[in-house]
């Protein structure tokens, strides 16, 4: 009797191991680029603050006004005297490490990145001579 017991302890531990797992909601395991979403929400429109939002945020500042307009630099700079300086210093490396990414370089810790170069225009090539007119056709005989 003992090696069916066995049999049928072992049976019933199997079967409440299958129930187990069939029970336990599956998560899937993140794959190379995906994310999980756990990101914060923002507090005035409720969406989710992800990478999505962060660049659409960044164009919309890209395609506004110059920063150089006496309206943006007083809103800035009343912004800015309201912040603590933890928050300057925070805002500031952010600033230094998008704009590295977007200049196509690779920021370093406590570096400022070097702003782009300026091209140089080269001179314009010559223009194309215009082309002939067609020859006159040789007279008939």
């Known amino acids: 009797m003992t090696m069916r017991r066995n049999i049928i302890a072992l049976s019933l ?7 187990h797992e069939q029970e336990m ?39 506004g ?20 300086d933890e928050e300057k210093t925070k805002l500031y490396e952010q600033l230094k490490n998008i704009g590295a990414i977007v200049q196509s370089q690779t920021p ?12 140089t225009p080269e001179a314009a090539p010559p223009a194309a001579a215009p082309p002939a007119p067609p020859a006159a056709a040789p007279p008939a005989v």
């Open 108 to 119: 370093k810790a406590g570096e400022v990145p070097a702003a782009p170069e300026m091209a």
């Open 65 to 84: 006004k110059s920063f150089g307009d006496p309206e943006v630099y007083g809103k800035l700079t009343t912004m800015f005297k309201s912040m603590a």
């Open 25 to 63: 909601p599956a998560v899937p395991a993140p794959t190379g680029g995906e994310v999980i979403n756990t990101a914060p929400m923002d507090a005035e429109s409720g969406e989710p603050i992800d990478l999505d939002a962060i660049i659409e945020r960044l164009n919309i500042i890209r395609s």
């Open 13 to 19: 531990f199997e079967a409440a191991k299958v129930l």
